[in-house]
């Protein structure tokens, strides 16, 4: 794994975006990846559960797909928000359909 900079992360994404590759696509992609790295750590995640920390940016939403991926391979997952999200938030819509829980700081 390679560690980047914000600068660079973003000449990445620019990149992606240039051939063709969407930000939403990207954020699947990654939550994915994250999933199935967690998965492959405990070896299985049926019945396991999990905390996912959720900030308000794109970071945010991969941590959403990765939470909604475990959900539906059987953990009980709860998504901390740490801070408010965008009020049309389509990553939090499809965890919540797979039961991902939700816990807000106050």
Known sequence: MKIVTV???RRLEESAS????????L??????AVAQEV????RTVA????????GPGNNGGDG???????????ASVTAYLA?????EDPKLDLALREEVTLSRAS
């Open 47 to 54: 019945g396991k559960r999990v905390l996912v920390l959720v």
């Open 39 to 42: 998965r492959k750590a405990l």
């Open 7 to 9: 600068k660079e992360m």
């Open 27 to 32: 954020m699947e992609r990654a939550g994915l």
């Open 64 to 74: 959403l797909v990765a939470a909604r991926h475990l959900a539906r391979w059987g």
């Open 18 to 25: 240039n051939h063709g590759i969407s930000t939403d696509d």
């Open 83 to 87: 801070t408010k999200r965008q009020e």
